[in-house]
Structure formats: structure tokens, C-alpha cells
């Protein structure tokens, strides 16, 4: 996995930026379980200060990706198949109502910029920008359903799980599956602009449940058979030892 690239953005965008990048790695591999997480070599890679590094590792802690042990050092717990098969689960149970709530509330301020986005992005299948476009697009999509349901709170808890799939989503996915994403995406704006919330919240839920199943599949855990992950500059530089690893679901 590349370098990091370093972190200009301020405040609260800042800390999720962070939480982003060591999120990513946890994902992936490169910061396997029980690797102690240095919040001084995050800032150091990031180049940032530790203040946002702290913050962010709280919400990881927060998010049952960290653990504190004594002293404050954090570890990384194990993200596993039910990791993110709950995290999926979740997307479901919130954004299936938004999704019914916004078709009855939405307007042309929240659904025409999707539909103008979604007809530049089909007739521009080979723009070799399209994949980064779509990112943006997907978190509009999903941001602007959120938004327009009416509910903050609602609103508030979509947006810290779509920070976790982001991360997942950009270590497990590809150009093809990304095409029949936007198929679905299209079909749940058709719900919303005919003003039909079941059929809305139906189709969010199915496309979430679609993505579900193939990010099961597809994030680095599931292939056994792949190459260990090279070490993480963001991992204590000496062994602390074997970490002890408490299963949530005990």
C-alpha cells in the first residue's frame, strides 16, 4: 500500500481524515491485530499534529477497532467477516428509512444535482477519472438522502458509518462493480423522484444488502491464500509482546 499522503484539511474534517487514512490500513491488513497503534508515528507519517491523531484514535476506540490497555497505548482489536457484516447491517436499519422518509421530503434542490450528475457520469464511462468521480458521487448520493430526510440525528449516525464503508469500499472494489452500483443508485433516485417512500426504502435496503455480500467477499481477509501485508509506519517500531484480543461477541 502507498505512503500516505499528508494531511492539510482543518478542524473536524481533519480528525476525520485521519481516522480515514489508519481505518484504511486496519482494513487492509497493514496494521494487523494486536499491533500497537503509535499515535506519535500517525502524526509524524500524517504530518499533523497529535491532537487530531488522538481524536481520531478515540472514535476508532469508540468504533470497537482499538483498544486502550494501561499506560493509554492503543491496539488494534481484530476486524473481521461480522466487522463488517453488523457494519452492513446498520447501513440498512438507517438508511432504508431515510431513504422512505426523503421521498416524501425531498425537493429539486436535493434529487436534480444526482440525476445531472448520474447523466455525466453514464455518457462518460471512459474518462480514466470516472472511478474517483463516482466516489464522489456515491458519498453525495448517500449524503444528500441522508440530509433530505429530515432527520439530524437520523443524518448524524449515516455519516460515521459511511466513514467506515468509504474505507472499506476503497480497498475492495473495481470499476465493473461500480457500474452496476450506479444501476441501483438510478433506481433508487427513480423511487425518490416518484415520490414512492416504501419502494425507496426497498431498494436502499437491497442495494445495501447487495454490497454486503460482495464486500464479504472481497476485503483482504476473505482470500487465505493472500501475501502477508507489509508493516505499517503507523505500528510501534519494537514488540510489546502477544496481545490479548477480547472476541465482542463473548
Known amino acids: 500500500m502507498p505512503t500516505p499522503k499528508a494531511v ?7 480528525v476525520e481524515t485521519v481516522y ?5 490500513r486496519i482494513v487492509a491488513g497493514h496494521l494487523p491485530c494486536g499491533s500497537v497503534l503509535s ?24 468504533d470497537g477497532l482499538v483498544a486502550w490497555e494501561k499506560g493509554r497505548r492503543a491496539r488494534v482489536t481484530a476486524f473481521t467477516p461480522d466487522d463488517v457484516y453488523e457494519i452492513f447491517e446498520i447501513r ?3 438508511e432504508g428509512p431515510a431513504a ?14 444526482l440525476r445531472a450528475t448520474s447523466v455525466v457520469l453514464l455518457s462518460n464511462r471512459d474518462d480514466p477519472e ?37 474505507a472499506i469500499n476503497r480497498i475492495a472494489t473495481d470499476p465493473e462493480l461500480l457500474q452496476h452500483a450506479m444501476t441501483e443508485h438510478l433506481a433508487i433516485l427513480d423511487a425518490l423522484e416518484a415520490r414512492d417512500g416504501p419502494l425507496a426504502r426497498e431498494r436502499m435496503i437491497a442495494h445495501i444488502t447487495t454490497w454486503q455480500d460482495v464486500f464479504m467477499r472481497r476485503v483482504p481477509w476473505a482470500d487465505q491464500s493472500a501475501p502477508a501485508a507489509p508493516p505499517s509506519p503507523f505500528r510501534e517500531s519494537k514488540s510489546a509482546g502477544p496481545p490479548t484480543v477480547r472476541d465482542p461477541r463473548k
Not at 499515535?39 to 469508540?62: C, F, I, M, N, W
Open 20 to 24: 480515514q487514512q489508519v481505518l484504511e
Open 100 to 113: 422512505e422518509l426523503a421521498a416524501g421530503r425531498a425537493d429539486r434542490r436535493h434529487l436534480v444535482p
Open 8 to 14: 492539510t484539511t482543518d478542524d473536524a474534517s481533519l
Open 92 to 94: 440498512k436499519y438507517l
Open 39 to 62: 499515535e506519535l508515528a500517525v502524526a509524524r507519517e500524517l504530518g499533523v499534529s497529535r491532537t487530531p491523531v488522538h481524536d481520531a484514535v478515540r472514535q476508532l476506540a469508540k
Open 130 to 166: 470516472w472511478t474517483a468521480k463516482w466516489a464522489d458521487f456515491d458519498e453525495d448520493f448517500h449524503r444528500t438522502i441522508a440530509v433530505a430526510s429530515g432527520n439530524r440525528r437520523l443524518a448524524h449516525e449515516i455519516n460515521r458509518y459511511r466513514v467506515i464503508h468509504k
